[in-house]
């Protein structure tokens, strides 16, 4: 078996190399203007959606962190998804109302006394008013559709 993996290794190593392929990309560098360089950016960037795939992801932490009463990763987590709120706020200042509402000057807040108790009754009753609060945002944003539930498995091995 070892031989197999081995042989398919050099095989794959010659070919790459015979073909001369390479995952070096200098899409950006080789860009000559600068405003064009700031157009791909931001494109790469793009507004609102891709700070919430991370808010996602960080949430996802955040609801096992709560379960595992690791409480400083759970704020950890907060913290840092209070910051991809924030910086997509500035890709995209139209959510900055509702985001402020919502969660920045107010759940944001509340959450991170609850953790700071580490009574966990408090802990999981903001929780509870934090997913409802992000539900709520969404509505008001006019995507309801877009539903936060309790995560179902870690995304991450991180305890």
Request: glycine share 2%; aromatic share 12%.
């Amino acid at each position: 078996m070892k031989s197999i993996l081995l042989l398919s290794i050099i095989l794959f190593s010659n070919l790459i190399a015979q073909n001369n392929y390479s995952t070096k990309s200098n899409w950006l560098l080789e860009t000559k203007s600068d405003e064009t360089k700031f157009k791909k950016i931001q494109t790469q960037l793009r507004g609102f959606d891709l700070a919430m795939v991370e808010v996602g992801y960080r949430f996802n932490t955040f609801y096992f962190a709560l379960k595992d009463k690791n409480y400083d990763l759970a704020q950890y987590q907060l913290d840092k998804i209070k910051k991809a709120i924030t910086n997509g706020i500035q890709r995209r200042p139209k959510r900055a109302k509702n985001s402020k509402l919502m969660f920045l000057d107010s759940q944001y807040i509340t959450m991170s006394k609850a953790l700071s108790t580490q009574d966990a009754v408090k802990i999981h009753k903001e929780y509870l008013n934090t997913k409802q609060l992000c539900n709520a945002c969404h509505k008001a944003e006019r995507v309801p559709f877009i539903r936060v539930i309790d995560p179902e498995f870690r995304w991450q091995p991180i305890r």
